[in-house]
């Protein structure tokens, strides 16, 4: 499963929810915390049970539920859910701080019959630091860096280059692929700026993300190029495993291609962009 674009949408807009899943998001998340004013959380919850337990909903595409964090709230959110079969991929953990956070949430949805994977917002400092031990988590499918909730909690001032969280986006990413679970990168609140979206998300790219949140379907399509490999990297990696199959069969432990020498971890990263060209559906 692909996870390039995970788009945000606010619980108490049956709507929204319900286009959500035809902007091409690999993931779409209804969000019944942040996106969501305590005093509306009540009809969230009644919207957000009706679309996932309507038989005509069933989109092409992973469909997630985000918590509150606190567990008095999450057990109504957990209850409201799940009183109607829905169709329920996974489920958003905001701000968890260690596994037992993520394991408390989890368990609200899993003991009324609906074990689902968990996607785990770090979000915080306490959060960052323990990145490793949440992505190691049993129920952690994914990762993903909050970058707007830990600025505000460190006292960050939030500039366009991001040097400021760097290490904490990092930090994410490695915990990630320590973990072997997907990292999803954090927001760029700005719907308008196309720009920056772009180089933003190639950036997260780079660094080993699989993908990347949205808050506006605006967003979609330019999160899913960024992170879809190019037609030249997927020509590239075709030669190279074409190339280690051939050396492989004559029995020679050299590869060369494009006069470029090839060693197993430029195998390893040709597999990586076949694979991630496959999960993209192409």
């Not at 996870?3 to 049956?14: E, K, Y």
């Not at 999803?184 to 308008?192: M, P, S, W, Y």
């Not at 020679?252 to 991630?276: F, Q, S, W």
């Amino acid at each position: 499963m692909s996870r390039r674009s995970v788009l945000f949408s606010p619980g108490d807009r049956p709507a929204l929810l319900r286009k959500a899943p035809r902007t091409g998001a690999d993931t779409v998340v209804f969000d019944l915390e942040d996106a969501v004013a305590p005093e509306a959380k009540p009809a969230a919850r009644e919207s957000v049970a009706g679309v996932l337990g309507d038989p005509a909903f069933d989109p092409d595409c992973e469909v997630c539920v985000r918590l509150n964090p606190d567990p008095e709230t999450a057990k109504l959110d957990a209850e409201a859910v799940t009183v109607v079969d829905p169709r329920l991929d996974s489920i958003a953990v905001p701000k968890a701080e260690s596994a037992g956070d993520v394991r408390a949430i989890h368990e609200l949805i899993a003991d009324r019959g609906y074990d689902r994977p968990v996607i785990a917002l770090c979000e915080s400092a306490a959060g960052i630091l323990d990145a490793e031990e949440i992505a190691a988590a049993d129920p952690v499918d994914a990762v993903a860096f909050g970058a707007e909730d830990l600025a505000a909690d460190i006292g960050a001032t939030r500039t366009e280059a991001g040097m400021e969280l760097s290490y904490a986006r990092q930090h994410v990413v490695l915990a990630a692929g320590a973990a072997g679970v997907d990292a999803i990168d954090a927001l760029v609140t700005d719907v308008g700026a196309d720009e920056r979206l772009t180089a933003d998300a190639e950036s997260a790219r780079r660094l080993g993300y699989d993908g990347k949140m949205a808050i506006h379907p605006d967003q979609v399509e330019i999160i899913n190029e960024a992170f879809s490999p190019p037609p030249e990297d997927v020509e590239w990696a075709e030669r190279v495993l074409e190339a280690a199959e051939a050396a492989e069969r004559a029995g020679r432990g050299v590869v060369r291609v494009d006069d470029e020498m090839i060693d197993a971890p430029l195998i390893a990263r040709a597999e990586a962009i076949l694979e991630r060209h496959e999960a993209a559906g192409n």
